[in-house]
């Protein structure tokens, strides 16, 4: 399967991610991710589909195989070929595809920016996957939304500072590993708990690793074992709060520095300072 050399997009950057998939997996993905193709190709590898309707796509119900109200299966043609698909690959491609389209409604609290969205599967059968698993199921996608703020924000990643491509990726995987031994100590310490992990805070948990990290150079082992397990059961009792509704302002509480941005080396922009100081 070939692409053009423009194609740096993140479905072709989740394509270079197949192999990592399994026979029986389901891919859960915005509405970027619903394409003919995309699902082709991952049927193509026994891997299911839950997305949202693309923009392009509209869902009339009153056409295909009616599951119940707001939901039926539908045939899907297969489109042109796309530039980045070789003549091969598309030939292989089926003529045509069924899939299934679900109305979910989200309860219609001030704030949210859809009262009505349709959920494109895979999942065909309606007694299996009903229609509030698939509800369900995809409302967890922002779980994911959490998770990269998590990475870029409480981590400190939205701004790499390394200059060069070597130290910009040790820079990045540095700080997944931290993320994953944070994310491993929230395991282990809802397990400990009898408690769900998305149920403790993150933000708890680094602090405390963070601390773990800084006094163990000045501790016996003995005693950093016995701080680590004192900060595993502290961190069951930071919960965070069940707000699946929540709504948050998208605005900084924090005024940006009235400054003009840096556009240059900072070697340069300090040259030229210097001479209009002489």
């Known amino acids: 399967m070939g692409r053009s050399s423009k194609e740096t997009g993140e479905t072709a950057l989740f394509r270079e991610l197949f192999d990592r998939l399994q026979a029986g997996d389901v891919v859960l993905g915005d509405r970027y991710y619903c394409s003919y193709f995309m699902i082709c190709l991952l049927r193509e590898l026994g891997v299911d589909v839950v997305t949202r309707l693309h923009q392009k796509r509209t869902a009339d119900f009153r056409r295909g195989k009616r599951l119940g109200a707001g939901d039926h299966v539908v045939t899907w043609d297969r489109p042109a070929r796309p530039a980045w698909m ?22 219609p609290r001030k704030g949210f920016r859809v009262d009505v969205l349709v959920v494109v599967t895979t999942l065909l059968d309606a007694d299996k996957y009903t229609r509030d698993d698939l509800a369900d199921l995809y409302r967890r996608r922002w779980l994911v939304e959490l998770d990269i703020r ?20 040790k820079e990045i995987w540095t700080g997944l590993l931290a993320y994953n031994l944070i994310r491993q100590t929230i395991l282990e310490a809802a397990l400990a708990s009898d408690k769900s992990p998305r149920e403790l805070s993150f933000t708890a948990a680094l602090q405390k690793t963070a601390a773990s990290w800084a006094l163990a150079p000045l501790l016996s082992e003995s005693a950093l074992s016995v701080l680590i397990d004192v900060h595993r059961k502290h961190l069951a ?13 998208r605005a900084n509480k924090r005024r940006p520095k ?21």
């Open 150 to 169: 998590a990475i870029k924000c409480n981590m400190a990643l939205d701004v790499l500072r390394c200059q060069s491509p070597e130290m910009v990726r």
């Open 258 to 278: 009235v400054l003009a941005l840096l556009t240059k080396p900072r070697a340069e922009a300090r040259a030229e300072l210097l001479a209009t100081q002489t």
């Open 86 to 107: 070789d003549e091969a690959t598309y030939e292989r491609m089926p003529t045509s595809i069924e899939v299934r389209e679900v109305e979910v409604k989200v309860p």
């Open 237 to 249: 009792q930071h919960r965070v709060g069940h707000r699946p509704d929540r709504v948050e302002p």
